[in-house]
């Protein structure tokens, strides 16, 4: 079951006098439950692809689908619903809230739906990634490792049903990227969530379940792995 598809999508930016096509004309499926490595040079429209997909930006034609509603016809009110209670989003320059300790920081998404909090997941969560003992720091006080492993909790505190996240091994430590790494697999696979990331890393991309490499902002190979 597709859990996100896309029919001749279309973005272009218009820089001075001229027009940029950062996407052209791209049809993906991707099902629920996959691992998906969308991957290419630079400037290749990998992360605006991974920004339309997560309803970030808005396509200059085209449409997306997210668990079959066309979020590209959503008012921003519903597309920010969607954002929240959806997907979860890490980007390299994601940031904690300084003034909040790192428990406030990861329940806060929470907070801003006002739904009840899934103790259990939650605790699932903070476990994997090692983080109990600095849930009353404050982000001053985490080191880069802590710091982008409470981004990542904050990321998933809702149980979102997509995970996109940009660059996974961007500026982390090969030990602590592969601890995120073996967490973001095994949590897809035991709560049957979809990740879409966006990574050049031939380490990472041999886990994937589901190959999308980029030229130019057109799709030059869309392959599942057997």
């Known amino acids: 079951m597709a ?57 200059t034609s085209g449409e997306v689908y997210i668990n079959h509603h066309n979020i590209t016809t959503f008012s921003d009110d519903e597309l920010a619903i969607m954002r929240r209670d959806e997907i979860g989003y890490v980007f390299q320059n994601d940031s904690l809230i300084p003034e909040l300790t790192v428990q406030e920081n990861i329940i806060l998404p929470t ?29 001053n006080q985490l080191t880069i490792n802590q710091m982008q492993s409470v981004i990542y909790a904050r990321a998933l505190v809702n149980n979102p049903k997509i995970i996109i996240v940009d660059e996974p091994s961007g500026f982390i430590n090969q030990h602590i ?23 050049n890393d031939s380490e990472v991309s041999i886990f994937v379940d589901h190959i999308i490499r980029l030229k130019d902002g057109e799709i030059v190979e869309d392959r599942r792995i057997s």
């Open 111 to 139: 907070r801003l739906t006002r739904k009840k909090q899934d103790m259990a997941y939650y605790h699932d969560v903070i476990e994997r990634l090692h983080i109990n003992e600095v849930l009353p720091h404050y982000p």
């Open 177 to 199: 990227d592969k601890e995120i790494l073996d967490f973001l697999l095994n949590t897809i696979y035991q709560y049957n969530k979809t990740l879409i990331m966006v990574t």
């Open 3 to 59: 859990i996100c598809k896309v029919k001749d999508l279309n973005k272009t930016y218009k820089k001075q006098h001229n027009v940029i096509n950062a996407i052209v004309k791209c049809n993906i499926e991707i099902s629920a439950g996959e691992c998906v490595a969308i991957s290419g040079i630079k400037a290749s429209g990998k992360t605006t692809l991974l920004r339309l997909l997560g309803g970030l930006e808005r396509p």
